[in-house]
């Protein structure tokens, strides 16, 4: 049986035995159930891996799973593995066809988050980046990461992001995500849904696990690059059709704290979190707290776009019945 996934509960392992789902590791497709690791292997023991996330989306109408940006996201993968010394990895084009076989053999009807790991698979514990990697990835069925679309209330974290010559946030790196769980799980202790990243700098950096942007004046602003951010897909996608869709200016460039909360709009986005609007940030109301127009109108637009309903910007998804898959 394939059940929905929360991005917050745990599936305890006698639930797993009773789970339908197909997963890849070590080359070959297997029941989700047996896809485990050693405790030697080298990821466990330092978080020597990165990822990479992504959606399907199920249309309905055209009975068809599609899967948002799928070689940007590879492409992503395969240069962050760089950074963690793994020459000897997969194509673009190889996980793209492994995930296409693995949502196949899935079969799912539904919206589906899948996650791809690059990761140092020798058993040994030194410290150095051996040569010796795999990739697994699994699917699951998934709704949403903010159980509604209703706006949230966020902190700004007394934990700083990661900086780019300790652990690279733009590397999706595993370890480095020890960062976020310690911001999300302060945010959550003292009454929050989440919490917003600083640099070391003090400018805005980014959600735990999602870009930001901010709205003032009509004008859309998100931090650059070279604020520690990760390099989001989500955010690239709005970079792209906030100009050109959407006919409003968008700007890359620092935020300061206090700029958010006099703020008219804040939105987070990403591939798990989709868009999700800000209702306040310590305490502070953004705007009135109930309307969010714009974010509103973008959070619109792009679910239908990532469903398969925009058809300029088809060409961003893959379709996983086989049939249509244009490049065959
Ligand atoms: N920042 C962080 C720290 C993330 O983990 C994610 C999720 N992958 C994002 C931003 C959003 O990136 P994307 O749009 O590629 O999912």
């Known amino acids: ?129 051996l040569d010796i990697n795999d990739l697994a990835i699994f699917a699951v069925l998934q709704k949403r990461f903010h159980e509604t679309l209703k706006p949230i209330s966020v902190c700004i974290s007394t934990w700083r992001r990661v900086q780019d010559n300790a652990i690279p946030a733009r590397g999706k790196i595993n370890g480095a995500y020890v960062n976020s769980s310690l911001a999300v799980s302060e945010a959550i202790f003292n009454g929050y849904n989440d919490a917003i990243f600083l640099n070391e700098n003090g400018n805005v950096s980014e959600g735990t696990g999602m870009n930001l942007f901010m709205v003032k004046n009509n004008v859309i602003v998100t931090p650059p690059n070279y604020d520690n951010i990760l390099e989001g897909i989500t955010r690239e996608t709005l970079i792209e059709i906030i100009p050109e869709d959407l006919k409003m200016k968008l700007e890359q460039r620092s935020i300061n704290r206090s700029e958010l909360y006099t703020a008219d709009e804040i939105f987070f986005c990403g591939t798990g979190a989709e868009i999700v609007p800000v209702k306040s940030i310590d305490k502070r109301i953004i705007a009135d707290g109930k309307n969010y127009p714009i974010s509103k109108m973008i959070q619109e637009y792009y679910f239908n776009l990532v469903r398969g309903k925009n058809q300029k910007r088809k060409n961003w998804l893959t379709p996983v019945n086989k049939k249509e898959r244009i490049y065959e």
């Open 1 to 129: 049986m394939n059940k929905f996934c929360s991005f917050h509960e745990a599936i305890n392992h006698e639930d797993l035995d009773q789970r339908d789902e197909i997963a890849f590791i070590r080359k070959k497709f297997v029941p989700l159930k047996y896809a485990n690791i050693n405790i030697m292997t080298n990821a466990f023991l330092f978080g020597t891996s990165c990822h990479d996330s992504l959606r399907g989306y199920y249309n309905d109408e055209d009975n068809q799973l599609y899967i948002f940006r799928m070689e940007d996201h590879y492409k992503r993968l395969k240069k962050n593995s760089k950074i963690l010394n793994m020459d000897s990895f997969f194509s673009i084009q190889q996980m793209c066809d492994i995930t296409l076989e693995l949502l196949e053999k899935n079969n799912f009807k539904s919206d589906c988050y899948i996650r791809s790991i690059a990761y140092k698979s020798g058993l040994h514990f030194g410290l150095n980046l």
